[in-house]
């Protein structure tokens, strides 16, 4: 027992520092990315129907460091400022496949192509799903309310502190606390895989075709995986006997997919569209694994991972010591909020709300914008811990303040 809890801690750390490096450098251009594409800059690109609409949300989406569940939010959102069904649709498919973070990820663990492959495929799966849903879902496009006005975007996205300050208060606080327990829970689970797990095992139990495949989608569609935690899986799979295109299509299918996901598009966009966005996930997955395929094996894999170890060997532990740090802050921090609790003052507010469904930063920006966008509301302030938002101003309607935040997919179960 205890050779083997050796053997998943040295796998653990084996993982970490090949691919700290490469992570707290996409941290850092996600800071960057937080602070120069701006909510103004992508709604007012998303609107309307067409290829450009579809191809612009695709595009944006990609390198965007949003998880599944905090994607919905965000797209609910873009939805209900104006942007087209099969646009929204387009981001919701490409944005929670990839992100900067998970593309460096992937070159660290899986090498160049895999890295490069992988983003290609969630911009031409949100291409195909967008196109779809404008093609067959016609239904009006109702209760939509303007575009951001640059004077509103402004004030909502007022810097805090100067603009370096705010990278890396995203790349290094907020974005990590959002990844954090999923990608410590991947990596522990990639560990065990190695040290329990004998070599070849799925090979000889699926075989190399498309079997291993549609297990990898049965498994993938209704799990959350993020983007970045499910990197070290799939490696870990890949050294078991899972090809590389059984690898992807779990890469694409669980963090595009899951019961929640699923449950809120229904209700923002649709059953057709739903049935859409799942069909268009399934096989452009199914499809782009057979083509990965073809294109490379798992030796591959094994070279395009060895091939840049052009990093000096004290690099790899440097950053797997500074990201563990930075990991293990972001995990404990919810819980010293907790204990702080206090410090969350909500004085002199004219509305409490309870708010349900919240489970990250990004949940807590859009619904500080929703209910920012409420007549009569002068500020408004979001406890991601205790899920209270604390709204300041005069004459606000508290039904349309609750509506607010339904609209972009969440619930309010309280308000004093």
């Known amino acids: 027992m205890l050779e083997i809890v050796i053997h998943v801690a040295e796998e653990f750390w084996s993982v970490l ?79 929670p496949q990839t992100g900067v973070d998970s593309i460096m990820v992937t070159f660290s663990l899986l090498g160049p192509i ?23 879902d016609k239904t009006r496009d109702l209760n939509m309310l303007p575009m951001m006005s640059d004077s509103m975007s402004n004030n909502m996205n007022a810097p805090q502190g100067n603009a370096l300050k705010r990278i890396f208060s995203y790349g290094f606080v907020a974005l990590p606390q959002d990844i954090s327990k999923s990608l410590l829970i991947g990596l522990v689970a990639a560990g065990l895989i190695a040290a ?30 993020c983007a970045t935690a499910s990197v070290p ?46 069909a268009t996930v399934a096989v452009t997955a199914l499809a782009s694994g057979f083509l990965l395929d073809q294109i490379m094996t798992v030796s591959d894999v094994h070279h395009g991972h060895g091939s840049h170890g052009m990093l000096p060997g004290w690099s790899g532990t440097a950053s797997a010591l500074l990201l563990l740090a930075i990991l293990g802050y972001a995990a404990i921090s919810p819980y010293l909020k907790q204990i702080r609790k206090s410090s969350f003052d909500i004085s002199g507010a004219g509305a409490v709300l309870k708010v349900d469904g919240m489970t990250c930063n990004h949940c807590v920006a859009n619904v500080k914008r929703a209910l920012s966008e409420c007549s009569g509301v002068e500020d408004v302030r979001v406890d991601l811990t205790s899920g209270i938002a604390a709204i300041y101003g005069k004459d606000f309607d508290l039904s349309a303040l609750k509506k607010s935040v339904e609209d972009v997919g969440y619930t309010v179960s309280d308000k004093s």
Request: charged share 10%.
């Open 114 to 136: 895999f890295a490069l492959f992988r983003p290609l495929v969630a911009l031409v799966t949100g291409l195909i799903g967008g196109q779809l849903v404008d093609a067959f």
């Open 17 to 95: 520092a090949d691919m700290a490096p490469y992570l707290l450098f996409g941290f850092l251009v996600a800071g960057v990315l937080s602070v120069a594409v701006s909510p103004r800059f992508v709604e007012k690109h998303l609107g309307g129907r067409g290829f450009w609409p579809v191809f612009k949300a695709s595009a944006l989406g990609v390198p965007l460091p949003l998880c599944s569940c905090g994607v919905i939010p965000v797209a609910a959102s873009l939805r209900k400022h104006g942007a087209s069904r099969g646009a929204t649709t387009s981001f919701l498919l490409s944005t």
């Open 196 to 225: 329990v797990i004998p070599d070849d095992f799925f090979l000889g139990l699926l075989g190399a075709g498309f079997a291993s495949m549609i297990v990898m989608m049965l498994l993938g569609i209704p799990l959350y995986v």
């Open 233 to 278: 899986i799939a490696a870990a799979l890949i050294l078991k006997g899972i090809s590389p295109g059984a690898a992807l299509v779990f890469l694409v299918t669980g963090p595009a997919t899951n019961a929640a996901t699923i449950t809120t598009i229904w209700k923002v966009l649709g059953k057709k569209t739903t049935f859409i966005y799942l």
